[in-house]
């Protein structure tokens, strides 16, 4: 018998205000129609002045707890994917727990910009594995419109805020890809590309938050080929072919992304949670944000096999494969 991370809970917040594509063209020179056409994004939402990442997550990690029945006592550690925190220190995740008020275990973040989630899943999943924790709060959180240049068309137009938490419980698995639980992780990270995605501030540069550069057509590039091999990759360490895939759960950068990695990956786009018309790109936040969309709605059922899969900033980008 072998410890496996299984998923007990899912949870979600988005900030109330919503800003539809029709904001930007009063401001830009672009229009609903290139927004939606190029990417998939109708809306997204933006936290309201003084609502910090912090904020969100607790939001989410509650609505998680509530989801799988527990409460912030059972629960071991916590770990923030963000690259927005409320400060440049303490972490997001101790913030996150001080607002549940937890005080035992432990909680710290991990930074891997869009694929921020499925780093701090591959962490969460070697600190269960290895007997450490048994239960453990994953929180992807961003306040992405606090670095966005609102005079940049080419980026402002794509992201949005929001969390989205998942809670990983020890499970015994027979160590079978027939297990509940994460069976297979594969994580990359390549920083030739650092200056495709970046954001221009920082503590030790310009002590300012600074905002976020994309030279976009690349990343678009990148993301094709990357997102379906990261997948073939996981799917080929878990011992699942792709059509077994009951479930792709991508990061929602932007439509025409997803559709090319679910068509290298010969998946039909009924199997696709795409949740990026109503929440844009909510970088860290977007694959655990449409997990627990997807599963509110009652989507996934026991023993479903799920990928999700990220790129970002760096560049990093990684793709984890597992069983509902
Ligand atoms: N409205 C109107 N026109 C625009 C806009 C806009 N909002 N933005 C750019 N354009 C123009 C450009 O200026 C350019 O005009 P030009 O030909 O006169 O120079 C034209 O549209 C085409 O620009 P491209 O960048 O080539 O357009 P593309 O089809 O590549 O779409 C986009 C741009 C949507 C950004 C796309 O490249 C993309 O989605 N890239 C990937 C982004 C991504 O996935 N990021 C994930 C990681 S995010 C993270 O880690 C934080």
Redesign the pocket.
């Known amino acids: 018998m072998i410890r496996r991370s299984v998923v007990r809970g899912t949870g979600h917040y988005l900030p109330e205000r919503i800003v539809e594509n029709a904001f930007f063209e009063q401001q830009l020179?672009?229009?609903d129609e290139?927004?939606r056409a190029?990417?998939g994004i109708e809306r997204r939402h933006f936290a309201a002045e003084g609502q910090t990442t912090s904020d969100l997550g607790i939001e989410a990690a509650k609505a998680a707890l509530a989801n799988a029945g527990l409460s912030a006592d059972d629960i071991d550690a916590i770990v923030v994917a963000t690259s927005t925190p409320d400060l440049t220190f303490p972490s997001v995740a101790t913030m996150i727990q001080g607002g549940l008020g937890m005080s035992r275990g432990f909680a710290f973040d991990v930074q891997a910009?869009?694929a921020g989630f499925v780093f701090a899943l591959s962490t969460a999943d070697a600190m269960i594995r290895a007997g450490q924790a048994d239960r453990i709060l994953v929180i992807g959180a961003e306040a992405f419109s606090r670095i966005l240049d609102f005079t940049d068309?080419?980026t402002c137009?794509?992201f949005g805020d929001g969390a989205g938490a998942v809670i990983l419980e020890v499970q015994e698995g027979e160590g079978t890809n027939q297990d509940r639980g994460i069976l297979a992780l594969d994580l990359n990270s390549d920083g030739r590309y650092r200056d495709l995605?970046y954001v221009d501030g920082g503590v030790a540069t310009t002590g300012t938050a600074g905002h976020?550069r994309?030279q976009?057509?690349l990343?678009?590039r990148h993301?094709v080929e990357k997102l379906a091999a990261t997948a073939h990759r996981a799917l080929d360490k878990a011992g699942i072919p792709a059509e077994s895939v009951d479930w792709l759960v991508p990061h929602q950068?932007?439509i025409r992304?997803i559709e090319a990695t679910a068509k290298r990956m010969e998946l039909p786009i009924e199997k696709v949670v795409l949740t990026v018309a109503n929440h844009g790109?909510t970088?860290a936040a977007s694959i655990p944000l449409a997990m627990s969309v997807a599963n509110s709605e009652g989507r996934f059922k026991t023993g479903d096999v799920l990928v999700a899969e990220a790129?970002?900033?760096g560049l990093a980008w990684g793709s984890v494969v597992l069983r509902w």
């Open positions: 020179e672009t229009s290139w927004i190029r990417t910009v869009c068309r080419s137009v794509l995605l976020l994309m976009g057509n990343v678009f993301a950068a932007n992304i790109n970088s790129i970002g900033g």
